[in-house]
């Protein structure tokens, strides 16, 4: 944590109960407004003297969120201030708060996404430059913290939400985040099936649902795909280095969506993984010595910024040149080519050989190392955490109770579990499991995490409660950078 970090600590960490109210996901209850409009977010306007005419000042009122008993109207600007905020004529905006020298708007016009909690206090207000995302994911859980994280940057809107300083729930205004595209990652669907479900799809019925009415999932899997939408979205926030922060506090339950329950101390250690890991790829695909081929007959199932990238690519297969012609920025455009790379419809070819240049072929074997030693860390910390339990015990007890846990999770992650027997010592084999691992679609190393984390976790609660092993912190202390390794 920084030092302006630990200072905010200090002062945020006050148990004043704050309100509760639940927020639709177009806007507040008995309100229309959205939260969050194409370029979303919220403006700071400092008041000044004079006729509201004349300056085209806001016509509002000051604000006090601890005596708010209904919704704030939405309210007048003049042309001036208009064209100065970069605001439609018509755009609707509605005031948030009021202090002596500033006030806070809130843009309602554009899509929906995540309605400001207009009843809350806002508590804290940072620039990622100056207070990094993991500092601030930090304060709120350190501080057990519930209330509603919006991040803008640019024409990106994020969401977060708090209970108890745990993640409960998250959304985005980005395609690359919505559900299908997000479960098309984690290789739970085919592309031909997102399609066939966007095509039946019909609004206000929930995505999710026709997923599952349509066959392409179960109810269990759509709960684990929410699960994994969620984590994803939060873990995205970390490869943005700009970007303002607002922190509403107080409990903001979601409408007519599940409630998780997310230890946000992992998201916040596999955001800054997956940080480092995103923002390499964009650096490769800037390389002069890198193109992007789009591979013919894959536009088919193509839309949105994966079809408007694929047809830039006809013109362009320079990386930089290709976001300037489509108009979108490098993060997402480099998001959005990972998936087109995952579904085959798009290719990096090699402007010319150079020695130690990574191209499609060095990826793939970087990828499968990767994958291979989460597996063989996994493993190796599930043999140590064992350990102590088999030699209290023996194998036999242990693995009675084990192999259960072992099947309830193979349901989940049937590809890489079915059928694996425990051996001996407890241990299961590196060998079968890495070949299984190599063969997953989607995000192979996130879906090993997910699996052998959960036997993980199990080991470790037996670990820390069984009653023949004293002292069980020193088992744990002697693992931490096996631990790490695992961290992803």
């Not at 493993?379 to 350990?387: S, V, Y």
């Amino acid at each position: 944590m920084t030092p302006l970090a630990a200072a905010l600590f200090g002062i945020f960490h006050d148990d004043t109960p704050r309100p509760r109210h639940r927020l639709r996901a177009g806007g507040l209850e008995g309100h229309g407004c959205a939260g969050a409009a194409l370029k979303p977010g919220v403006h700071y306007v400092e008041e000044t003297p004079g006729p509201a005419a004349s300056r085209g000042t806001v016509r509002g009122h000051m604000v006090d969120a601890s005596s708010r008993a209904k919704p704030l109207g939405e309210i007048e600007l003049g042309a001036e201030l208009r064209e100065q905020l970069g605001l439609g004529a018509s755009e609707p905006v509605r005031l948030l708060d009021a202090g002596v020298r500033t006030i806070l708007l809130e843009r309602c016009g554009g899509p929906e996404s995540a309605a400001l909690p207009w009843d809350h206090d806002l508590v804290f207000t940072a620039n990622v430059r100056a207070v990094p995302l993991a500092d601030l994911l930090g304060l709120v859980h350190g501080a057990g913290k519930s209330g509603f994280l919006f991040f803008t940057c640019g024409d990106h809107a994020k969401a977060v939400y708090f209970h108890r300083g745990e993640v409960v729930f998250a959304s985005s205004n980005q395609r690359v985040d919505r559900l299908g595209e997000c479960l098309l990652r984690a290789g739970v669907i085919t592309l031909e099936q997102l399609r066939e479900a966007e095509r039946r799809f019909t609004p206000p019925d929930r995505f999710g649902k026709t997923l599952v009415e349509r066959g392409f999932l179960t109810p269990r899997e759509l709960w684990h795909g929410v699960k994994y939408q969620v984590e994803e979205i939060v873990r995205s926030l970390f490869s943005h280095t700009s970007g303002i922060v607002y922190f509403w506090e107080g409990d903001v339950q979601p409408d007519n969506v599940v409630r998780l329950s997310l230890p946000t101390r992992r998201l916040v250690a596999e955001g800054i993984q997956r940080r480092d890991e995103l923002l390499k790829f964009p650096a490769l695909l800037e390389d002069p010595r890198v193109s992007l081929a789009g591979v013919a007959g894959k536009e088919a199932n193509l839309a949105g910024n994966e079809r408007m990238l694929f047809d830039g690519l006809a013109a362009e297969g320079s990386f930089p040149a290709l976001c300037r012609r489509v108009g979108i920025d490098p993060l997402s455009a480099a998001r959005t080519v990972q998936l087109l790379r995952l579904v085959g419809a798009v290719k990096l070819v090699r402007t010319r050989e150079d020695e130690g240049f990574l191209g499609e072929a060095d990826l793939r074997r970087h990828d499968e190392e990767t994958v291979r030693s989460a597996v063989t860390n996994h493993l190796k910390l599930l043999a140590e955490l064992a350990a102590p339990i088999v030699a209290v015990e023996g194998t036999a007890p242990f693995a009675r109770r084990f192999e259960p846990i072992l099947e309830e999770t193979a349901q989940r992650f049937p590809a890489l579990l079915k059928g694996v027997a425990v051996g001996a010592g407890a241990a299961l084999d590196p060998e079968e499991l890495g070949r299984r691992a190599l063969r997953l679609a989607g995000d192979r190393e996130g879906q090993v995490a997910a699996a052998l984390g959960e036997l993980v976790a199990y080991v470790e609660f037996e670990l820390m409660n069984h009653p023949g092993i004293q002292e069980p912190e020193r088992f744990l202390a002697a693992l931490e950078d096996l631990r790490a390794s695992i961290e992803v």
